[in-house]
């Protein structure tokens, strides 16, 4: 089956500055990659996704690459902002009927003031 | 429209007893979705439903079960619960037609099992 690796598991960021998260996957017929936010005590959040035929997406400070080659994507959100501090889950999908998303351990971004 | 919800908010439970988990979206979407969230090992899928009629097993099924009686409800059962059971449990919907992958989480459910 998909496995799915996330890094790094904390990052601390000063505010106003770029954070990057990296994800891995194993399965090459994967073609869905969204990525959800959790603050504590809620349920994840759809922030931003891709689908396979697509090398990057946009939307207001946050972007997402996916290389299909190397079967890795990433988060970047630029300038920082308190409110973005959270825990960031990277999934993918894998091709055919199974289909639920396998999630990697999380990235629990600080922003420091 | 409330989306998806699920009930109990939270749950302690005797290993050995029986709990059903419900789990309702009013958003008419086709699959839904149960999975843990334990501390370090993000979330893992335990069984999935493509369509009303049909389940799936994911990641880790072992010790639960699901049915798909209608497009609405998709209740997550534990025969005879034990401590490694203890989680927060979400379940999700997606729409899965036209494209529409996006899935959305219900507030989830914290049980424990001593």
């Known amino acids: 089956g998909e496995n799915v690796e996330q890094h790094p598991s904390t990052l601390s960021v000063q505010e106003g500055d770029s954070a990057v998260i990296k994800c891995t996957y194993s399965d090459s017929a994967s073609n869905y990659f969204p990525w959800y936010k959790q603050e504590l005590g809620k349920r994840p959040q759809l922030i931003i996704d891709?689908?396979?035929?697509?090398g990057e997406k946009k939307d207001q400070r946050i972007a997402v690459t996916l290389n299909k080659t190397a079967k890795h994507f990433s988060l970047h959100i630029t300038e920082t902002q308190p409110e973005d501090s959270a825990v960031y889950f990277c999934?993918?999908?894998?091709?055919?009927?199974?289909?639920?998303?396998?999630f990697g351990k999380g990235t629990h971004l600080i922003i420091q003031p | 429209i409330a989306g998806i919800t699920q009930a109990p908010t939270s749950q302690i439970l005797a290993a050995g007893r029986r709990m059903t988990l419900r789990c309702t979206q009013d958003m008419r979407h086709n699959a839904m979705y149960w999975y843990r969230q334990d501390l370090g090992l993000g979330l893992r899928l335990i069984h999935y439903s493509n369509t009303a009629g049909t389940t799936g097993k994911g990641e880790v099924p072992d010790g639960y079960s699901v049915s798909r009686a209608n497009t609405d409800d998709f209740p997550l059962t534990l025969a005879s619960a034990v401590p490694s059971q203890t989680s927060v449990y979400f379940c999700?919907?997606?729409?899965?037609?036209?494209?529409?992958?996006?899935?959305?989480f219900g507030p989830g459910t914290r049980l424990t099992v001593l």
């Open positions: 891709i689908r396979s035929n697509v």
């Open positions: 999700a919907s997606s729409a899965r037609t036209g494209g529409a992958d996006t899935q959305y």
């Open positions: 999934a993918a999908r894998s091709g055919g009927g199974a289909d639920g998303l396998t």
